[in-house]
T-cell receptor
Framework: ETGVTQTPRHLVMGMTNKKSLKCEQHLGHNAMYWYKQSAKKPLELMFVYNFKEQTENNSVPSRFSPECPNSSHLFLHLHTLQPEDSALYLC??????????????FGEGSWLTVV | GQNIDQPTEMTATEGAIVQINCTYQTSGFNGLFWYQQHAGEAPTFLSYNVLDGLEEKGRFSSFLSRSKGYSYLLLKELQMKDSASYLCAVRDSNYQLIWGAGTKLIIKP
């Protein structure tokens, strides 16, 4: 138990579907992240939120839409995805941004399959 | 560009010692992290190095040489449960984490 909870753990969706991934952290952190993890590739940072404000968008296609209603919750809205978007999507949180020793805590991820 | 290199896969024997290397080329340096990730689970924090030298934590140790852009994770008295992927990440001058692709460690009896 890392203090970061993601739902659903597994999701299969068609290319025309709309779905959402949810993340909740119970650590009192101010920064939250979405990462994409594909087999044998480095973690790809998608979005960063700090105090509910988006501070980073790493050229992510608009078919991925993040939402951060408060510092404890983060959503990733998905629509008209492509098969190459199939991957493990990891949510993470940290106390804040910067600060050399700032440790990131990950959720267990949502396995997404686009068919 | 920024780059983190680590071996794709390593195999070791239960009870032995294994060293997983990580070399990096980043724009600035604000610390290096090692994470462990079991299949189907969240990456979990193992160690953090910001100064040169060795940090020891039980069976696991992590070493850093900033001048060489090099780190290693040393695992002693290997156990079957140590079979996992080990991720190296460097925080750059903008405090962004740059990740390696991970090293899959296979422990054999």
């Amino acid at each position: 138990e890392t203090g970061v909870t993601q739902t659903p753990r597994h999701l299969v969706m068609g290319m025309t579907n709309k779905k959402s991934l949810k993340c909740e952290q119970h650590l009192g952190h101010n920064a939250m992240y979405w990462y994409k993890q594909s087999a044998k590739k480095p973690l790809e940072l998608m979005f960063v939120y700090n105090f509910k404000e988006q501070t980073e968008n790493n050229s992510v296609p608009s078919r991925f839409s993040p939402e951060c209603p408060n510092s404890s919750h983060l959503f990733l809205h998905l629509h008209t995805l492509q098969p190459e978007d199939s991957a493990l999507y990891l949510c993470a949180s940290s106390q804040d941004l910067g600060d050399n020793g700032n440790t990131i805590y990950f959720g267990e991820g949502s396995w997404l399959t686009v068919v | 560009g920024q780059n983190i290199d680590q071996p794709t896969e390593m195999t070791a024997t239960e009870g032995a010692i294994v060293q997983i290397n990580c070399t990096y080329q980043t724009s600035g340096f604000n610390g290096l992290f090692w994470y462990q990730q079991h299949a189907g689970e969240a990456p979990t924090f193992l160690s953090y190095n910001v100064l040169d030298g060795l940090e020891e934590k039980g069976r696991f140790s992590s070493f850093l040489s900033r001048s060489k852009g090099y780190s290693y994770l040393l695992l002693k008295e290997l156990q079957m449960k140590d079979s996992a992927s080990y991720l190296c990440a460097v925080r750059d001058s903008n405090y962004q984490l740059i990740w390696g692709a991970g090293t899959k460690l296979i422990i054999k009896p």
